[in-house]
């Protein structure tokens, strides 16, 4: 292959919930175009992000948990996390170090024979396992037959994320980009927008508010000194949740409108004039354009 000539391929991301994909996700790219939290389930859509290694470009989807799902929202998460890997060229499955080879690993490595696809083994979080417990857990899931390639990562501490994306790119067909070579990331900024205030209230909210929320961007107006006027609702399910995320006189709504706002100002490179307001929308998860925002299919 001379040295002018470029490769494109798609690589899907899929794991058991909290794996560290979208930390994965943003090692690779470079950048931060996942929302990271420590809860579980924080990544409801396919979120693309785009790295670049020498002459090829690797188109990212970062997929919601595959779990066993048990609401509508559950399903058409894991239908979105399955089709992310049919899109794609390569799969990558991403398993924690510390939980191994759990249910929700078995049931993902099932899907995966049934699909009759083959995949690369990515162990993360290899610094809270024993040296031979981690050769051991290797070797276990190699012998599945589903995995081609085995690396063992930190993609907090980005120890091995290096040789996984060079090997990536040596897996990647060749043909032109998709993309401009300085573009990270494939969500519209509407929905980024919403998923950075979604980001704040898993980090500041945790524990009052598990999954009843969701962030919606009403309107995003270009001004012309160059900066964004934006307003957002944030849905919730209840009244008495409502009071939780708008806080003591308004505090916490203006807290997790400073924050938001400094990471968009940041991401987007430019002045951002934030507007939160707060609606109780008690079956948010049951409608239709809802998930359409959101770029999931609705799952009767």
Known sequence: ???????????????????GKSTLLNALVGA?????????????????????????????????????????????????????????EITVLLIDAKKGRNEEVERIITGLKNAKRQAILAINKIDTIKREQLLALAQDLHETGVFDEVFMISALKGDGVGDLLKHLASRAPEGPFMYPEDQIADV?????????????????????????????????????????????VIHVERDSQKGIVI????????????????????????????????????????????YEDMGLDFVE
Not at 1 to 19: D, K, L, Y
Not at 37 to 60: D, W
Not at 270 to 276: M, S
């Open 32 to 88: 931060k175009v996942a929302i990271v939290t420590h809860k579980v389930q924080t990544t409801r859509t396919k979120v693309t992000g785009i790295g670049m290694y020498e002459n090829t470009q690797l188109v990212f989807i970062d997929t919601p948990g595959i779990f066993e799902p048990k609401r509508r929202l559950d399903r058409a998460m894991v239908n979105a996390a399955w089709k992310g890997s049919e899109d794609a």
């Open 188 to 232: 519209t900024l509407r929905i980024l927008a919403a998923e950075i205030t979604r980001e704040k209230i898993y980090l500041r909210l945790h524990d009052e508010l598990p999954y009843a929320t969701t962030v919606e961007t009403e309107k995003w107006e270009e001004r012309k000194d160059g900066s964004v006027r934006i307003e957002q």
């Open 247 to 290: 806080g003591k006189q308004g505090a916490m709504l203006k807290l997790l409108g400073q924050m938001a706002r400094e990471d968009m100002e940041a991401s987007f490179e430019r002045r951002v004039h934030l507007f939160l307001h707060v609606r109780v929308t008690e079956r948010w998860a049951e409608d239709r354009t809802v």
């Open 1 to 19: 292959m001379s040295e002018n000539t470029t490769r494109c391929g798609f690589v899907a991301i899929i794991g058991a919930p909290n794996a």
